[in-house]
Each structure stands twice: as C-alpha cells, then as structure tokens.
C-alpha cells in the first residue's frame, strides 16, 4: 500500500527557513508527478510547487523565488526548501502524488493528485 510521509514542519520566525520532504513507500516506480500543497484553517487547499519527472517545475506566485521543490529520483523522496517564510505561510503542507504526468497548466491542482500525506504543520510567527 501506498504511504506518503511528511517531515520537516515545525516554527520558526519571520524570515526563517524549514525544509518539508517526503518520503513515499509501497511504490514500485517513480510517481511522474509530485506536489506540495498548503491548507490554513478556514481556506481551501491550495497548490505550492510541483515537480515532474521530466524536471518541469512550477510554483504559486507568492513562493516564487522563496521556495524551491526537488526531488531525489532514486529516493523517490520529495523536498521543498523553504526560506524567508512569512506568518503568510503558516499553514498545514500536505504532499501528494500522480503516477502519470499533468499538464503544467494544471499542476497546482489538488483534485489532479491521487495520492495524499497526512500533512506537517508549519508555523510562522514572532
């Protein structure tokens, strides 16, 4: 069976770092697409970055140039490098995966993915 597992969360202040990976188990190949997405109390889920396995990437506007998503093809385990984090960003971060490939356009859509992590809390906050 399938699990995603989510590690990294955690508190830090404004202008902090954290790096969230993910480690899938119970795959027998390499998910041709990978995602990480961000739900706050009270607001829909929303896509972050996302990573195929032909390298294209694509994040929402307001991480663009903060955060950085990779992948370890061998591993089969995902990260995403978070810096200069805001309160904004506080949030619960959830990875997910398809086993085929999504079209760019829609990569930061949650209802694209199958597969779901429980999720890690992070929190921003002076």
């Known amino acids: 069976q399938v699990q995603l597992v989510e590690s990294g969360g955690g508190s830090v202040q404004p202008g902090g770092s954290l790096r969230l990976s993910c480690g899938p188990s119970?795959?027998?190949?390499?998910?041709?697409?990978m995602g990480w997405f961000r739900q706050a109390p009270g607001k829909e889920r929303e896509g972050v970055a996302a990573i195929r396995r032909d390298g294209t990437t694509t994040y929402r506007d307001s991480v663009k140039g903060r955060f950085t998503i990779s992948k370890d093809n061998v591993a089969n385990t995902l990260y995403l490098q978070m810096n200069s984090l805001s309160p904004e960003d506080t949030a619960k971060y959830y990875c997910?995966?398809?086993?085929?490939?999504?079209?760019?356009?829609?990569?930061?859509?949650?209802?694209?993915?199958?597969?779901w992590g429980q999720g890690t809390q992070v929190t921003v906050s002076s």
């Open positions: 997910a995966v398809n086993e085929r490939y999504i079209p760019k356009s829609r990569l930061l859509q949650p209802w694209e993915y199958n597969d």
């Open positions: 119970g795959y027998t190949y390499s998910p041709a697409t």
